[in-house]
Every structure is written in C-alpha cells, then in structure tokens.
C-alpha cells in the first residue's frame, strides 16, 4: 500500500483559503441560512434535541426505575394525572397497573426506543452505503445480483420484512429471548428492513462520481479501489445519505414501536413507547386514558419533528430531489 | 409487447422461487420442526420415526422440492398451535383481510379522489387547508395510534361502533362475508377508515399535483375559451386524465394495504390473515409465518404483474412505484 500524495477532495482549496474555525464556516453556509429561515424546522429540531436529551437524563429526571421491580408498588396503581381530582404527587401523568409512573416509563421508553432507531439506522446505513458502493463501483454482475435483491425487497413494506427477521430469530433463540437479545433482534430486523433505499441512492450517486477526473486520478496513482470508494467517492455521495437517514431514524422509531405494539418486540418488563401503548391499550375501556394517550403523544411528536426535520434537510442539501 | 409480458412473468416466477426458499427455510432451519411436534418426553425412537414421516432425513434439495410442490397445491403443512393444516385456517380467514383491505382502498379512494379534487380547485378555502392538515397527520401518526384514537373516539366515548371483531357474518360457499349485516357493517368502519387513511393521503395528494399540472395543459384552455361549462372542464376533461395514474397507484397499493392489516388487524382483533400471522410469530408457529409470506408475496407479485403489464398499454409515462412509512 504506497501512502503517496493523495489529491485531497476538491473542496480542500477554499477550507485553506478561509483559515477560519468549522463552527464559523458551518454558521456561514447555506444549510444554517435555511435552518435560521425556517420556524417549523427550528422547532422541529428543539423538539427532537429535547427527546434525546430526555432520554439521555432519564435516570436523573424519573422519579423511580420502570425496569426495576422493587421500586414498583401496587398500592400505587392506576393513579390519575396530577391535575385531576385523584392525583397524587410524585405521579406528574399518573401511573398504570403495575403502579409504574406513567412519566418515568416514557423517559425510560424513550431511551429503547431511541437507542433501538439509532442503532437501526447505523446498521440500515451500513449495509445499505457498503452494498450500494460495492454495486456501483464494481458493476456488472455484482451489481445485477445486488439491485435485483433490493428490486425483490422493495416490493415487500419493510414491516413485513422486520416481522419475519423477529419470527426467525425468536425461533432459532427460544421464544423468552431477554430483553437486552430482544434489542439486538430488532436492531437486526429494522438494519435488515431498511438498507435498499441507502444502496440504491448510493449506487446512483457512485455511477454518475465514478467517471469524474479525480477518480481516474486516484486510479492512475494506484490507490486501492477500496481507498478510493471510502475515501474519495463515498464523502461526494454523502447528502442524500443524510436525507435518507434523518427519514429512515423516523422510520426505525415507527418501525420498533409497531414491532412492540404488535408483541413483538421489546417485553413488558423493559418497556419501550410501543410497548407502554400496547400496554395501555388494554386499559382503554376501563377509562384509563392516560396509560396510553401520553406514550402515544411522545412517539407522535418524536416521529413527526423527526419527519420534518428530514424534511426541511432534503429541500436544504438538494432542491432538485423532488 | 409479448416479449416485455414474457419477460416480466419470468421475473416474478423467479421472485415467488425465491421466497419459497426464504420460506422453505424458515420452515426447515429456524427451529427443529421434530420438536415442535412432539412433547418433551417423547422416546428417542418415536422422534426419529416422526423425523421421517416428515422426511427431515431426505436430501435438503429434494424436501425442498417436495415443499415447493405442495405449496403450489396449497398444502402448507399443519400449524404448530392448533394442529391443524395451514391452508384450512388461511382459507378461513382470508375473507376479513380481502374485504377489509378492499372497504379500506374503496374509501380511500372516494374520499382521497374527493379531497384531492377540492384542495385542486380551492386551494386558499380554509377547508383545503384543513385536508391539507388531515394529510400530514395521516402519513405522521403510526397506524396503530390512529386506530386507538378512532376506538376511544367512537367506540369507548361515544358508543356508536363496536371496537372489536367482525360482527356477524353470513356464509356464501367458503366465503365468509361481514357486508351483509347490519353488525358486519358497524364492525368494519372504524378498521377500513384506519387502514385507509395512508392510501386517502397518498391519493389526495397524487390527484391535487395531477389536476394542477392538467389545469394548465393547453386543451383545458381551449376547453375555457370554447365556453364549457366549468364542471364539464373540471370533472369531465381534468379529472378523467388525472384519474390513470390514481387507479395505479390505488392497485399497486392494494398489497400494501394487505400487509398492513397486520397492524389493523391487531388493533381491532380483527380476525383476518394478519392477526394470525402476528399470532403466529408470538408463538413462533413456522408453518403459518411461512404460508401467510407466501401468500402475501403471490397476491403482490400478481398484482404487480398485472399492472406493469397494464400501465405499458394505458400509460408509458408512469414507470414509478410509491413506497410507504406504516
């Protein structure tokens, strides 16, 4: 592997020109411009900084640990809201059957929930960008092979496809899986759902970059294809990968919460926001609105400022996709 | 034209080969059928004799044959959790999911057809405004959330609609039916609305962006400066052109809406293909995961099928398909 000179990417002139700090240049540049113009994105964005700092402080900010079933006492069940007639104090959105605050298990929710979509999307990203940069710098039958595989895939709703990496699994390990495996399996299922959407952007950025100059360049000086591809092609492909992934966390949140929902994801024991609505959904006709209403509040608002934050990002990185 | 029918049938005989792999080994690799027949104290000898008259100790290629084969006549195997054969209780249930999924593109179509037209034409009325609204909650909020809202709404408040199951249902042959019944009728408001509001979004959005663009084609104009009638130009010339691409996108849809009646399904106790297949992952019941996925996959890969075949003869224009959120 000869290390020689590498042609730095285009973009290397100008940043040495400046000389000024990366905070400066982001505050300068034409995304922040759209950020600042626009209100709902701004909002959306505090929104979504709010949820993951809520969920990063849970253990600070709940009054007890959901997880941990000696701080649960049935005395305390089915407490009302703090403003309604029946409420009692620490129990700011009351609780629910297993006398569990309904706001502790959100924060705690929160943070599966959260964790579950990041770590989803990561997996999505990664399988998705390598195939799809593999597809498009390789070509030919690698290629034909990879994008009949996404075709095939595509025409099945991903939660179908997450349903059956979770049936699989739940086979091959017993049907108890603990919950800690059980956040494995779904990462798994949504990283296997999603990928098709990064590959097919991808190979279609590489297809048009690949027959630039400074890849013929980087070819000419001998670096490898895999250098060249991570290094030189992938970073002038990044934008609509941005996009798509703000989109696709939307989607794992929605994705992890249905799974839950549907019984199966993550068990009661280690709630995330589907499972307390799933939860909560049997105490619907008792009149127990609140078990359900405020984990179904924050997985809404969760997943629409997310949306509209992918939103506002693909119309900022690239008028002209769609 | 027949090379491009002949074509696209190959290719989705080869994706329903594949599936039947994936579906194949399911059946064979995750999980040790054996065990999942027998009880726990079962002898040895009764195992392996189980063993082979399942034929687990032929070649994989031949049982795979023989799996294919039998799926083509629409034997499955037997479930796991009721012992009884797989396509017997898909049969029974295959009625709810089709009548709810057909209710389901129905409204959406009328409805999203409707608004589509009305936020077209007025667009600044605060009515347009208000669908416009009621399309963004419809692709943000999670389809099961719509559903508890609608069962809390009508259901546990109001009264008016039962929150679960079919109501009663009249026998015509195999075919279970729920529509016609007064109950049946009751029962399936609340699931058909929330299954179709994604594809009532979907399509009122597809029609208000195609009546804009035709409202400004040339022979709208011609139309205006020959002294029509405005409703002669806006139903009878604009709306009929923009409705080709809407009766796509509404077939291509109707699998999708078939997928996603799990999650309906689920919500209403609904007894239909989807809440079995949800049933049957809970208690990991191969035989019907892998049944229902290739049921599901033969109803999409037809439909598919037919309308590309279709959409080249009516449309070439029209070569996207639309993809969903849940």
Redesign the interface.
Known sequence: MTDAVVPRSTEAAPRAGRGTSWLRRALDSDIFYSFRRSRMTMIAAAITLLFFLLAILAPILAVQNPFDPAQLQLMNSRISPLWTADGQAPFLLGTDEQGRDVLSAILYGLRISLAVGVLGMLLAGTIGITLGLVAGYVGGAVDGLIMRIAD?Q????A??IA??V???A???FG?KLDPTSMLVVLVLAIGLSFWVQYARTVRSSVLVEKNKDYVAAAQLIGLPAQKIMLRHVLPNAMGPVLVIATINL??AV??E??LS????GMPETMPSLGTL?RIG?NY??A?E?WI?AFP?IA??GL??SI?LLGDWLRDALNPKLR | MLAFTLRRAFQAIGVMFAVGIIAFSMFRFAGDPVSQIVSIDTPPAERAAVRKSLGLDDPVVVQFARYFGNAVQFKFGMSYQFRQPVANLLMERMPATLELATVATIISMVFGILMGVYTALKRDTWLAKLFQMVSLIGISLPTFLIGILLIYLFAVTLGWLPSFGRGEVVKIGWWSTGLLTVSGLKAIIMPAITLGLFQMTLIMRLVRAEMLEVLRTDYIRFARARGLTTRAIHFGHALKNTLVPVITVAGLQFGTVIAFSIITETVFQWPGMGLMFVQAIQNVDIPIMAAYLLTVSLIFVTINLVVDILYTVVDPRLRSTVSRPH
């Open positions: 095939v595509l025409t099945f709703p939660i179908l349903l059956l979770n049936g699989v739940k086979s091959m049907n939307a989607l929605l994705t919460a249905t929902f549907l019984g199966a609505i959904n619907l006709f009149g609105w359900v179904g997985l809404a997943i629409l949306n």
